[in-house]
């Protein structure tokens, strides 16, 4: 079964810093890779996906994610975060080719931009 | 454009209790799916349905029974809810097809005592 692990469960930092949340999977066939972000109090949205083609993937908001499948990564990075990013941003996985988008998800990052 | 709607918001049951939870798409979906979410858990599926008049266990199913009572609309029912339960819900649908994006609803909080 596929897996997703998120490492880092909360993350300061300042405004303009740089940012980079890690996510690996356990799978071993081809999978698509999605990163949710669910501000305080709202539902999740999709900030990017990846399913083929350049494993550089950009977003909104100026996120943007790189798949590397020789690590079972797609780690998420943003070159200057503000204030506004501050929410928590979910990794997730689907590697049913079959038809059904049964995502399983990571635990969450939790981020916190400081002024 | 309401998207995927769901009903209650807020809800506080007593253990034992049963309650539904309604979930509504009006985006011609084909997939619906109900997902809690927990701390430090992330969301764990509970039911999905990948078209109407079929249904399937994911994750975390037990405790709980689900209806596509048809295209637009995919209800999540506690039959005797006990504190475990008292969780986030999200109910999101999709078209089903490899590569679509899930729209997911905004939450239902509920707090079993």
């Known amino acids: 079964a596929q897996s997703v692990s998120q490492h880092n469960h909360h993350v300061i930092l300042s405004e303009a810093a740089s940012l980079e949340l890690g996510c690996n999977y356990s799978?071993?066939?081809?999978?698509?890779l999605f990163w949710y972000v669910q501000y305080p109090g709202q539902h999740l949205q999709l900030l990017l996906k990846y399913f083929s083609g350049d494993p550089l993937v950009k977003g909104i908001k100026g996120f943007e994610a790189e798949f590397i499948k020789s690590k079972f990564s797609f780690n998420l990075r943003k070159p200057s975060v503000q204030w506004s990013d501050t929410a928590e941003y979910f990794c997730a996985v689907n590697a049913d080719n079959f038809g059904n988008e049964k995502l399983t998800f990571g635990t969450g990052t939790r981020l916190t931009i400081i002024p | 454009n309401a998207g995927v709607t769901q009903t209650p918001k807020f809800q506080v049951l007593k253990t034992g209790q049963s309650m539904t939870l309604q979930c509504a798409q009006d985006m011609n979906h084909n997939s619906m799916y109900w997902y809690r979410q927990d701390p430090g858990m992330g969301l764990r599926l509970i039911y999905y349905s990948a078209s109407e008049g079929t249904t399937d266990k994911g994750e975390v199913p037990n405790g709980y029974n689900v209806s596509r009572l048809n295209k637009r609309e995919f209800s999540l029912r506690l039959e005797s809810a006990a504190p475990s339960q008292t969780s986030v819900y999200f109910c999101?649908?999709?078209?089903?097809?490899?590569?679509?994006?899930?729209?997911f609803g905004e939450g239902s909080w509920l707090t079993v005592v």
């Open positions: 999101a649908s999709n078209q089903g097809r490899t590569g679509n994006t899930i729209y």
């Open positions: 799978y071993g066939g081809t999978v698509n």
